[in-house]
C-alpha cells in the first residue's frame, strides 16, 4: 500500500499550475531581509560581512522561486551555501553565520511540495552534501547535527504529506464533478424524455384528427405547447446549474408526492394510473426524487416502446425500511422492447447509487414489468 501511495505522489511531473511569486512571496523576502539586517548591526559573533552577504542572498533570493521551479532555487542556494563553506574551511575564516539561513527550511519543504519525483531526489542528495561540509566549517555537538538533519527530513516530509493530501483532495474533487456531471445528464434524460415523448405523441394524435375533429386537434396544440413549455423550463433549470456558482439557489427535487402528476386522465394512450400505499413521511429525498424519476422514465419508456399499451400502472408501496416501485404496461412483448438508449443504465445506476435494486424485463402475461427496490433512508453502497 505505501509503495502505491508513493507511485501516486510521485508518477507524474511537477504540477504546471504551481502558484508564483505573489505578495506574500515578496513580503516573507522582506520579513528575511529584515531579520538578517538586524541579526548583522546586534551581533558580534558572526563571520565576516562578505560571507554573510553571501549566505542571505543564497538562501533569500531563490525563495522566490521555490513553487516554480523548486529544484532549481534548491541547487542556487545549496550549491551556493557549499562553495562558501568550502571557501571558509580553506581560508580558516570563523564566526556564525546568521540565523536567518534556517530559512533554507523552506526550500527543502518546497522542493518535496512542488517538485517532480526526480527532481525531488537531485534535490534532496544536494541538501545532504552540504549537509557534512557545513557542519566543518561550523562545528557543533553530535546532538545538534542530528537535530539538523531532522529538521531538513521533517520539512521535506512535510511538503509531500502536503503535495500527497492535496492530490487526493484534487482526485475526490474530481470524481465528485464527475458524479454530479451523471446526476445531471440522468436528470436532463429523464425530464426532456418524459415530455418530448409526450409532444411527440399529441402531436401524432393531432395530425391525425386535424381533418375530422379540428377542435381536438387545436386541444393537443395547447397540450403541445404545456409540455414544451414546462421542458423549456426544466432545460433552463438544468442549464443553470452547470452554469452557476456556488450561491445557485437550487430548486427543490420532485417526491413521491409529485408522481400522482404523472397519472393522465385517459385521453392520452397509453393512460397512467397512480396509486400509493404506505407511509412516506419520513422518506430521505433522494430516495423520493429516484422514485419520481424512476416512474417517469419507465413512463417513458412505455410510451415509446410498448406496441399497443393502453395502459400504464404505477404502484408506490413504503413499508418500515423500504420503497417499492412497480411500473406494469400492456404493450406487446415483441422484439424484447428493451430500449437502446441510456434509459435502463440510468435507472440502474440510480437505484444500486442509493442502495435498492432495479430489475426490468417481460411481465409473466403480458406487457413489461419494471421493479425498484429502495431503502427508506437511500443508505449509498
Not at 513580503?27 to 538586524?38: I, P, Q, R, T
Not at 517532480?116 to 549537509?131: K, P
Not at 547535527?145 to 512535510?158: C, K, P, Q, R
Not at 397512467?272 to 429525498?285: K, Q, R
Request: aromatic letters at 6%; one cysteine or more.
Amino acid at each position: 500500500m505505501a509503495t502505491n501511495a508513493l507511485h501516486a505522489l510521485w508518477a507524474e511531473p511537477r504540477p504546471t499550475n504551481a502558484p508564483g511569486r505573489g505578495p506574500r512571496d515578496w513580503a516573507l523576502v522582506a520579513a528575511l531581509v529584515g531579520w538578517s539586517v538586524v541579526e548583522a548591526v546586534l551581533r558580534q559573533d558572526l563571520a565576516p560581512r562578505p560571507v554573510l552577504l553571501l549566505y542571505a542572498l543564497a538562501v533569500i533570493g531563490p525563495l522566490l522561486w521555490r513553487r516554480t521551479h523548486p529544484l532549481v532555487a534548491v541547487a542556487i542556494s545549496f550549491g551556493t551555501l557549499t562553495i562558501v563553506d568550502i571557501v571558509r574551511i580553506l581560508t580558516g575564516s570563523q564566526g556564525a553565520p546568521l540565523n536567518s539561513t534556517a530559512a533554507a527550511l523552506i526550500l527543502a519543504y518546497a522542493l518535496f511540495r512542488w517538485g517532480s519525483g526526480r527532481e525531488a531526489a537531485i534535490g534532496l542528495g544536494v541538501i545532504l552534501l552540504w549537509q557534512p561540509i557545513t557542519r566543518v566549517a561550523d562545528p557543533m555537538s553530535s546532538v545538534e547535527t542530528v537535530g539538523g538533519y531532522g529538521f531538513f527530513l521533517f520539512a521535506a516530509a512535510l511538503g509531500a504529506a502536503i503535495r500527497y493530501r492535496t492530490k487526493f483532495r484534487i482526485r475526490d474533487i474530481d470524481q465528485a464533478k464527475a458524479r454530479e456531471r451523471e446526476q445531471l445528464a440522468r436528470e436532463l434524460h429523464d425530464t426532456v424524455a418524459h415530455h418530448v415523448s409526450g409532444i411527440a405523441i399529441q402531436a401524432q394524435a393531432g395530425r391525425a384528427i386535424a381533418a375530422s375533429h379540428p377542435e381536438r386537434a387545436i386541444e393537443a396544440l395547447a397540450i403541445i405547447e404545456d409540455a414544451a413549455t414546462r421542458t423549456l423550463t426544466e432545460l433552463r433549470a438544468i442549464v443553470g446549474v452547470l452554469r452557476a456558482t456556488q450561491d445557485t439557489e437550487f430548486a427543490p427535487q420532485p417526491g413521491v408526492a409529485e408522481v400522482e402528476q404523472l397519472a393522465t386522465d385517459g385521453q392520452t394512450r397509453p393512460c397512467v394510473e397512480v396509486t400509493l400505499s404506505g407511509e412516506f413521511d419520513d422518506l430521505s429525498p433522494a430516495v423520493g426524487a429516484a422514485i419520481y424519476r424512476l416512474a417517469q422514465e419507465s413512463i417513458t419508456n412505455a410510451r415509446r416502446h410498448a406496441r399497443h399499451a393502453t395502459q400504464v400502472t404505477v404502484a408506490v408501496t413504503g413499508d418500515a425500511d423500504r420503497v417499492r416501485l412497480t411500473i406494469d404496461d400492456d404493450g406487446s412483448a415483441a422484439g424484447g422492447r428493451a430500449p437502446a438508449g441510456y434509459g435502463l443504465v440510468g435507472m440502474r445506476e440510480r437505484a444500486s447509487l442509493l442502495g435498492g435494486t432495479f430489475h426490468a424485463g417481460p411481465a409473466a402475461e403480458r406487457g413489461w414489468r419494471v421493479e425498484a427496490v429502495l431503502p427508506r433512508t437511500g443508505t449509498p453502497r
